[in-house]
C-alpha cells in the first residue's frame, strides 16, 4: 500500500507548578531561551496567567500547570532545540515538583486510495462481532495501542479525521505518537533531563512503527 506520513505537530509538554513571573522576557534571554531579535521579529504575550512566545523553530507556551514546546515541523536539529530550550529550564528550576513529561509526535497519514479502502485494510478485523455491525462502504476505522518503552509508556492512536489542505477539506489517517514519563517524589532530575535527551531514540521507534504501517 502507498501511504504517505506528513509531520504535522511534534511538542513536548513538561507538567508541573509553574511561577508565571519567572518567564518574563528578560529571564528567557539572559537563559538562552529566545534572543532578542526573537521578541522583535514574533509576538510575544506576558501575564500573570500566560508566557508565550515564538521564535523560528518553535513556540513555547507556560500556563501555571505544563509548559509546551511546540516545535515546528521545519526545524533542523530537535534534539539540540529540546536540549537548549527544555533540558535548560528544568536545570534552571530544579526545585520545582515536577509530574509528568510527555513527547507527542503526530503524522496525518494519506495515499492514492480513500480514508475508507486504506483505513479498512490497516485495521478491520472481518471475524470480529463489532466490525460486522460497521462493516459498510462508508466505515472508516482506527485503532489504538499502547506499551512500555525506553521507561515510560508510549500510547499510539490511529485516527481517520477531515483536514484542510491547500484551502481543500481533504482526508487521511492521523497518527498520534504519546512517549509519557509519570514522575513522582522520588523521581530526580537527572531522570527527567536523561529522558528529554532520549528523543531521538523515540524518532527511531515512531520510524519503525510508520515502517510496519507500509509493510
Keep these: 500500500m502507498n501511504l504517505e506520513f506528513k509531520n504535522i505537530e511534534l511538542t513536548v509538554v513538561i507538567r508541573a507548578q509553574f511561577n508565571i513571573s519567572i518567564f518574563n522576557q528578560f529571564w528567557l534571554v539572559e537563559k538562552g ?3 532578542q531579535i526573537d521578541f522583535q521579529e514574533n509576538p510575544y504575550t506576558f501575564t500573570p496567567l500566560i508566557s508565550q512566545g515564538e521564535s523560528k523553530f518553535f513556540h513555547l507556551t507556560v500556563v501555571p500547570d505544563r509548559l509546551i514546546l511546540n ?3 521545519d526545524a533542523e536539529k530537535v534534539q539540540k532545540i529540546i536540549s537548549d530550550k527544555t ?3 528544568v536545570e534552571e528550576l530544579p526545585h520545582l515538583r515536577y509530574t509528568a513529561i510527555g513527547f507527542n509526535h503526530n503524522y496525518i497519514c494519506t495515499s492514492e486510495d480513500n480514508v475508507e479502502n486504506v483505513s479498512r485494510a ?20 482506527g485503532a489504538y495501542y499502547s506499551k512500555d518503552f525506553l521507561g515510560c509508556r508510549l500510547k499510539l492512536d490511529f485516527k481517520p479525521v477531515d483536514y484542510v489542505k491547500d484551502e481543500i477539506l481533504e482526508a487521511g489517517i492521523r497518527c498520534n505518537f504519546n512517549y509519557h514519563l509519570q514522575l513522582n517524589d522520588n523521581s530526580k532530575i537527572q531522570d527527567i533531563i536523561e529522558f528529554l535527551n532520549r528523543w531521538e531514540e ?10 510496519a504501517l507500509k509493510d
Design 122 to 141: 490497516l485495521f478491520f478485523s472481518e471475524n470480529k462481532p463489532l466490525s460486522k455491525i460497521f462493516d459498510t462502504p462508508d466505515a472508516r476505522y
Design 33 to 35: 531561551i529566545f534572543s
Design 202 to 211: 523515540m524518532v527511531k521507534e515512531t520510524n519503525i512503527i510508520l515502517k
Design 87 to 89: 533540558v535548560k529550564i
Design 71 to 73: 516545535i515546528k515541523p
